[in-house]
């Protein structure tokens, strides 16, 4: 069951607000009846028009997407930098991503138009990891990679517990590449921790998303989930073990 403007919205005839409107002003019917009310849910079986037309609902869809640097994370941006729908123009649904990678950070990122789920991936209280691979500035001490695995205070909180692992030294450049894994989703998390203990990102990806990975995608590239991936998300999800 879905509130009423909410699966106007989805079907993609006008937004969300807009559909409101419609509600309150009598325009909209359910089962054959008027429906003034805010408030009321629908199932897949209710019949909805708006205007006296049948509503159209969308089909559910479930994308990963291999997310170049240099792109925004966004349906749209007003300084017309491209996002990352531009990469779809073939799917027709009105698709949005779950979460965020920052403009300069590439890597794996899932979208859908499907409200629940993403809600469900994006609370912090369901863990799902997110594990990120990040060319940084320096050569973190032990006592560095024991901090990040603790947490790291930032000025939003502490983080909660990492995994982090060394991954390569470049003693002679001064470079190191470091693996990260975290379930939350402070903005620009990974670039922050990795700063506040000295080691300043110059390259990040997110390598994966609990289970899933880049593997056979270039950069722009994307693929939709199988049903399966989407019930293994869901129950990772809900039984707040986001490992992957």
């Given at each position: 069951?879905?509130?009423?403007?909410?699966?106007?919205?989805?079907?993609?005839?006008?937004?969300r607000r807009k559909a409101e409107e419609?509600?309150?002003?009598?325009?909209?019917?359910?089962?054959?009846?008027?429906?003034?009310?805010?408030?009321?849910?629908?199932?897949?079986?209710?019949?909805?028009?708006?205007?006296?037309?049948?509503?159209?609902?969308?089909?559910?869809?479930?994308?990963?997407?291999?997310?170049?640097?240099?792109?925004?994370?966004?349906?749209?941006?007003?300084?017309?930098?491209?996002?990352?729908?531009?990469?779809?123009?073939?799917?027709?649904?009105?698709?949005?991503?779950?979460?965020?990678?920052?403009?300069?950070?590439?890597?794996?990122?899932?979208?859908?138009?499907?409200?629940?789920?993403?809600?469900?991936?994006?609370?912090?209280?369901?863990?799902?990891?997110?594990?990120?691979?990040?060319?940084?500035?320096?050569?973190?001490?032990?006592?560095?990679?024991?901090?990040?695995?603790?947490?790291?205070?930032?000025?939003?909180?502490?983080?909660?517990?990492?995994?982090?692992?060394?991954?390569?030294?470049?003693?002679?450049?001064?470079?190191?590449?470091?693996?990260?894994?975290?379930?939350?989703?402070?903005?620009?998390?990974?670039?922050?921790?990795?700063?506040?203990?000295?080691?300043?990102?110059?390259?990040?990806?997110?390598?994966?998303?609990?289970?899933?990975?880049?593997?056979g995608l270039n950069a722009g590239e994307?693929?939709?989930?199988?049903?399966?991936?989407?019930?293994?998300?869901?129950?990772?999800?809900?039984?707040?073990?986001?490992?992957?």
């Amino acid at each position: 069951m879905e509130r009423l403007q909410k699966v106007i919205a989805h079907s993609g005839i006008t937004s969300r607000r807009k559909a409101e409107e419609l509600i309150l002003e009598g325009k909209v019917k359910v089962n054959g009846k008027i429906v003034t009310e805010l408030g009321i849910k629908v199932s897949p079986n209710d019949k909805v028009e708006v205007n006296e037309i049948p509503l159209e609902r969308e089909e559910k869809v479930y994308i990963v997407m291999y997310k170049p640097r240099g792109v925004i994370s966004a349906v749209k941006d007003d300084k017309n930098r491209k996002v990352v729908t531009d990469f779809l123009p073939e799917i027709k649904e009105r698709v949005y991503p779950i979460g965020r990678l920052d403009y300069d950070t590439s890597g794996l990122l899932l979208l859908t138009n499907d409200g629940d789920f993403a809600n469900l991936l994006m609370h912090p209280r369901y863990e799902i990891n997110k594990t990120y691979v990040a060319k940084i500035k320096g050569i973190p001490t032990k006592q560095a990679m024991r901090q990040l695995e603790r947490g790291i205070k930032l000025e939003d909180g502490v983080t909660a517990p990492a995994k982090a692992k060394l991954l390569s030294v470049d003693k002679k450049a001064q470079k190191s590449i470091i693996e990260l894994t975290i379930h939350e989703g402070k903005n620009r998390q990974v670039r922050r921790m990795l700063e506040a203990i000295g080691h300043p990102v110059q390259k990040l990806k997110r390598e994966y998303y609990a289970f899933l990975n880049l593997h056979g995608l270039n950069a722009g590239e994307s693929r939709e989930l199988s049903p399966h991936e989407v019930k293994q998300l869901r129950a990772l999800a809900q039984t707040g073990t986001g490992q992957q």
